[in-house]
């Protein structure tokens, strides 16, 4: 369609003015939810599929942490921070239905090992393929995991992380130096294993 | 840091606080100290480049994972099926997260501002567009990151960036249209094209003495999706939204974009500007397109 007859198509239409539609804004908070909540879903979806490491599984959190958070809905506040809320409940969610995997013996958060941190770990290959690299991040024990993908991935702030697991933020930072220190310890042995330059195309 | 700043004591300290550098947590006197040694030390500042890297592969491989095309639908199913939110019930699991979420907005809030992000270099305002973007969905994050980083950054300190001769010709339509729906008291300010963090944008400033507002339009990527049935779509246009500290989005995709109205008013009034330009807007966009 030609650019000026679209024109004469809006003129024709009375489209509303700001105030009309200004006065009509008395949302649902149904409307509310939708329109707040729903564009997380695929970033939440994401972080779902690497803590519980299956689609089946990610897909029934998913709709439990949508049905917690439309009970809850009442008790959020339009207009801040539906993001970290949402996480909040998935962790919450994700623990209440394998408690197990937050019970891998905590490895030692010392001094013992910010010094094994400090030596440089090999980088990552550029021949490592995305796969590799999740099939990595799944191997890493939930609880590093779990602060890697906050982090890492959603780019939560570490004060918000701390708020989301509900742990001292000293916490979050051992967790998230040796979580990346595992992951990339991992990836180097996969590199190695395929030996320098070899591609291997295999993708999740 | 302590005084020493050179040789190998130097990098041991510096390699125990990478992590909190590459992620903007450090205060910016502990950031500059680390500037000072990435200057003279290779090392250190390679492995400050390895450690981004495995971030930025990580975040593609992760955010490169394929979501189910009906879940969003089978979600809201399950929502339909259930009761209303009831007022009188006690939840103590999402009080305690609406808690923990505030506190943590106010203390980044806070944090911002000690480190004085507006006035600063470079790494310091890519540190507050991290701290506010990082608290919004990844696809609202497009139009907010270029927002925060061309209008309330970019344009405040650069006086040249004004006027509307910079945007491509297919554009320049838009400016007619938009007018009849934005507030008479927000005048267009600037209408150009610009890119941020290697994405192009036809964004448009709105601006008087008090409130800023942008229309910022992208073309949408691969798997890129804000959901296609909200509710809130009494124009026929879904829109979706999201806050966060003062700034307030409204947005909604056509066929081939992703657009977003980015302000600083009332969470309503930024609303009703995209609710009363979204199906006029998507019908244009749908031409152009073509």
Known sequence: ?204 | MTNTKFGEQACRQVLARLDSYIDNELLTESSLDLVEHFERCTACTREAQERRKARTRLQNAVRGAYVPAGLEERVRDRLRQSQQPHAKKFYPMAIAATLAVCLGSLLTYQAIYRFGALRATTASQQSYIAAISGQVATVIRVGLGDHLHCAVIRQRSNAAIRGIDKLPAQYKQLIPMVHQYVPADLPLSVAHECSFQGRKFIHLTFRNGRSLLSLVIARRQAGESLGATSLLSQSGVPIYTAGVQQFQVAAFESRDFLVYTVSDLPHQKNLAVMIALAPTLRNLLDQMGA
């Open chain 1, 1 to 204: 369609m030609e650019v000026s007859q679209a024109m004469t198509g809006w003129a024709a239409d009375a489209p509303p003015t700001f105030l009309s539609t200004a006065s009509r804004l008395d949302l649902s908070a149904a409307e509310r939810f939708e329109a707040e909540a729903m564009p997380h879903l695929n970033d939440l979806f994401r972080t779902a599929l690497r803590l519980t490491g299956e689609r089946g599984n990610a897909e029934d959190v998913m709709q439990e942490v949508y049905l917690q958070a439309w009970r809850s809905f009442d008790r959020f506040e339009s207009g801040t921070n539906c993001r970290a809320w949402l996480y909040k409940i998935l962790f919450h969610c994700v623990s209440h239905h394998r408690r197990k995997w937050f019970r891998f013996p905590l490895l030692k958060e010392t001094e013992e090992f910010l010094e094994a941190n400090l030596l440089a770990p090999a980088p990552v290959a550029e021949h490592v393929t995305d796969g590799e690299i999740l099939k990595a991040l799944d191997e890493i024990p939930a609880e590093f995991r779990s602060v890697v993908l906050l982090v890492d991935v959603e780019e939560f702030a570490y004060k918000e992380v701390a708020g989301i697991l509900s742990i001292p933020i000293g916490t979050v930072m051992s967790r998230l130096s040796r979580g990346r220190a595992l992951l990339r310890k991992r990836l180097a042995e996969v590199a190695s294993a395929y030996g320098i330059g070899k591609t291997v195309p295999k993708d999740n």
